[in-house]
């Protein structure tokens, strides 16, 4: 009886020991940015949050192992969605694992987006809706850290890549499969790798196709030479390992074939077209090597062409010297993508160099766009990308030193915005006019910056304003005048209200993110977060209010007011507020602003009310530091008046 009770208290233990591995320490990664708070315990969001996160659990586990819901109304109404992995078929493990997640971010979290991933399932929640909307944000789990290195890589990743790309095309084109394919493949005398793909069930096919194709670009950045690896996102996860990870009762067993012809037959169907009238796309990962050859290389639609002679590619041990191997002292800053450090290169020229980070959010992305928009774009106003570096791991963008680092350094730093007088914020802001006005009209590319905000100009030792960091820029052909997209990147404040609420973006998206900075450098003050002072819901309301009220020079920082003429300050603020107008076409374009800058005599038409008066933010890079003012990526998400 002794020895059944002890086999039956061993077993016990082992059981519980199982079920803690399973939903205690199964933790992936989580993204809460806890920088600004932004509820309190007990507040309307909150209160609205604990209800929502209570109903995910059960309702998720009866509707097959996905839902999505909201509670409340207004500015408290809260959007949450939970996922179990696909090849979750027990109800109750689905359910405990979410309860277990929702918990944890519950006590973890108090941020206003926020999401968590575990071994079996993944909850997130928003005051936004976020439903039906693929936006890659790939991240890179510490696990991947701990894996071992394969010791043949190049023939590992053959049979990785062909695993991967075929569970891809099932997940996201295979009805019957729920966005979720699982399978295996052996490498003759060496291993299995098994992998996992999936897709949150929101979206459409060819969204679930993008985003999984992302994912496996950086996958295969990361990873391909080790024995495991996985990438989670928002809206769509990937995995891979050399031992059985999951249920394979429904998993598939591929086979690598040996004839090429067969291979190409295997693989055509994930190499999908994007956009029908434009063909097929090249991968990131074939422009990257394409832009690293001698090669000419087509970066546009008109097809103009960059090669090697007209971008520098600068050697790696180079730029390591340059940088005394990117030390600590010779950092300039931490941004959403990578660090940057200055250098100083043999014949004496200093650099800046943008070290993209592996782990980054989208990097890839950003390095090929920064490359093709702005290598053959020269003007006064626009920072100068002098080459890239591109070997191994690394990926590296190298630009003129700019001494005086970003226009947020100065007007929002009381040290230095006492420095400023207004003769060099007129300047600044006539600067960065003309270089919008470049890039809108006067170059050969139209040019959607998409992504304008005190971060993003950088000052000379002049003080020179210079337009930097083209990540999220657009080109648009001759005659087009506007476009859309379901990808909504930029920063919290600066978002044109048809942009941030509709994806549809032109070059008045611009024109409202110059207006906003205008009125920032005018008042010291910035837009995003002033919510918090409790003078105005945001700084846009804030002047409206004192423009309306006759009392306009209240608005004025008073350390400019010491070295300004009061009518001409009044009249930026007057174009500032023309420009940040909730319809587009009654703002005006770039060649008005700078007529208008230009010009004490001609007169100014009378603004309307601003596009928001009421604004929240929602940081998307976990990643980032808490400083906001280096290179801030965040996905704006303000409501209408």
Same mark, same amino acid.
């Given at each position: =009886?002794?020895?059944?009770? /002890?086999?039956?208290?061993?077993?016990?233990?082992?059981? =519980?020991? $199982?079920?803690?591995?399973?939903?205690?320490?199964?933790?992936?990664?989580?993204?809460?940015? %806890?920088?600004?708070?932004? &509820?309190?315990?007990?507040?309307? +969001?909150?209160?609205?949050?604990?209800?929502? @996160?209570?109903?995910?659990?059960?309702?998720?586990?009866?509707?097959?192992? +996905?839902? %999505?819901?909201?509670t409340g109304e207004g500015p408290d109404q809260v959007y949450g969605q939970a996922l179990c992995?696909?090849?979750?078929?027990? /109800?109750?493990?689905?359910?405990?694992?979410?309860?277990?997640? $929702?918990?944890?971010?519950?006590?973890?979290?108090?941020?206003?987006?926020?999401?968590?991933?575990? !071994?079996?399932?993944?909850?997130?929640?928003?005051?936004?809706?976020?439903?039906?909307?693929?936006?890659?944000?790939?991240?890179?789990p510490p696990h991947n850290d701990q894996e071992k290195n394969v010791s043949d890589p190049i023939g590992f990743d053959k049979f990785l890549t062909f695993l991967m790309n075929n569970l891809s095309y099932e997940a996201a084109f295979n009805p019957a499969k729920n966005m979720f394919a699982a399978g295996e493949i052996d490498i003759p005398g060496t291993k299995t790798i098994y992998g996992l793909v999936q897709c949150t069930r929101d979206i459409s096919e060819t969204d679930c196709s993008s985003c999984l194709s992302s994912a496996l670009m950086d996958l295969t950045a990361c990873c391909s030479y080790r024995e495991g690896g996985m990438i989670v996102s928002r809206t769509c996860n990937v995995r891979f390992e050399s031992s059985?990870?999951? %249920?394979? $009762?429904?998993?598939?067993?591929?086979?690598?074939?040996?004839?090429?012809?067969?291979?190409?037959?295997?693989t055509v169907c994930f190499w999908r077209k994007k956009d029908r009238d434009r063909g097929e796309e090249k991968s990131e990962m074939t422009l990257l090597q394409e832009l690293a050859s001698p090669k000419k290389v087509e970066i546009t639609q008109e097809g103009d062409l960059i090669s090697s002679d007209e971008l520098l590619f600068m050697k790696l041990a180079t730029v390591k010297a340059a940088t005394d191997d990117f030390s600590d002292t010779n950092k300039l800053g931490q941004g959403g993508f990578g660090a940057v450090y200055k250098g100083v290169l043999p014949d004496g020229n200093e650099i800046a160099v943008k070290r993209l980070s592996r782990k980054s959010w989208q990097g890839i992305e950003e390095f090929k766009n920064e490359v093709k928009l702005i290598a053959k774009l020269q003007h006064r106003n626009l920072v100068r990308l002098v080459g890239c570096v591109l070997e191994g791991e690394e990926k590296l963008l190298i630009y003129e030193f700019m001494s005086n680092k970003s226009l947020d350094q100065f007007i929002f730093v009381p040290e230095k915005r006492s420095k400023l007088d207004w003769k060099t914020c007129y300047g600044i802001i006539n600067?960065?006019?003309?270089?919008?006005? &470049?890039?809108? !009209?006067?170059?050969?590319?139209?040019?959607?910056?998409?992504? #304008?905000? *005190?971060?993003?100009?950088? #000052?000379?030792?002049?003080?020179?304003?210079?337009?930097?960091?083209?990540?999220?820029?657009?080109?648009?052909?001759?005659?087009?005048?506007?476009?859309?997209?379901?990808?909504?990147?930029?920063?919290?404040? &600066?978002?044109? *209200?048809?942009?941030?609420?509709e994806g549809l973006f032109s070059v008045k998206s611009d024109v409202f993110s110059f207006g906003v900075i205008l009125l920032e450098i005018?008042?010291?003050?910035?837009?995003?977060?002033?919510?918090?002072?409790?003078?105005?819901?945001? #700084?846009?309301?804030?002047?409206?209010?004192?423009? %309306?009220?006759?009392?306009?020079?209240?608005?004025?920082?008073?350390?400019?007011?010491? /070295?300004?003429? $009061?009518?001409?300050?009044?009249?930026? =603020?007057?174009?500032?507020?023309?420009?940040?107008?909730?319809?587009?076409? @009654?703002?005006?374009?770039?060649?008005?602003?700078?007529?208008?800058?230009?010009?004490?005599? =001609?007169? #100014? *038409?009378?603004?309307?009310?601003?596009a928001f008066s009421l604004g929240r933010v929602l940081h998307v890079d976990p990643s980032m530091p808490t400083n906001p003012s280096i290179n801030e990526i965040i996905l704006s998400s303000i409501l209408p008046r």
């Open positions: =009886m002794d020895k059944d009770r /002890s086999s039956a208290m061993l077993l016990f233990i082992i059981f =519980m020991l $199982s079920i803690h591995s399973v939903f205690g320490a199964d933790l992936i990664a989580i993204y809460c940015p %806890n920088e600004f708070p932004f &509820y309190t315990p007990n507040n309307s +969001f909150h209160n609205n949050l604990k209800l929502l @996160l209570g109903l995910l659990s059960s309702d998720t586990a009866s509707e097959a192992g +996905f839902y %999505n819901t909201s992995r696909g090849d979750i078929t027990n /109800s109750t493990v689905c359910k405990e694992c979410i309860e277990k997640a $929702s918990q944890d971010i519950m006590n973890r979290c108090t941020s206003e987006d926020a999401m968590i991933w575990y !071994e079996l399932c993944q909850v997130r929640y928003s005051f936004q809706m976020f439903i039906s909307r693929m936006v890659y944000t790939g991240k890179y059985e990870f999951f %249920n394979t $009762s429904s998993a598939y067993q591929l086979i690598y074939p040996t004839s090429k012809v067969l291979i190409g037959l295997c600067g960065v006019a003309r270089g919008l006005l &470049y890039l809108h !009209e006067e170059s050969r590319l139209k040019i959607i910056h998409r992504d #304008l905000k *005190p971060n993003n100009v950088l #000052l000379d030792h002049e003080l020179v304003a210079k337009i930097s960091d083209f990540g999220m820029a657009r080109i648009f052909s001759e005659n087009q005048n506007a476009a859309n997209t379901k990808r909504v990147v930029g920063t919290y404040g &600066y978002m044109a *209200p048809e942009y941030a609420m005018i008042s010291g003050k910035r837009n995003s977060g002033f919510y918090i002072t409790e003078i105005a819901p945001t #700084l846009l309301a804030y002047a409206w209010r004192l423009w %309306n009220e006759g009392k306009e020079l209240e608005f004025v920082d008073p350390v400019l007011l010491e /070295s300004c003429l $009061s009518y001409e300050v009044l009249r930026c =603020m007057h174009i500032g507020l023309l420009c940040v107008q909730e319809d587009p076409e @009654l703002r005006p374009t770039m060649s008005d602003v700078v007529v208008l800058l230009g010009s004490e005599s =001609m007169a #100014l *038409p009378q603004p309307r009310q601003p």
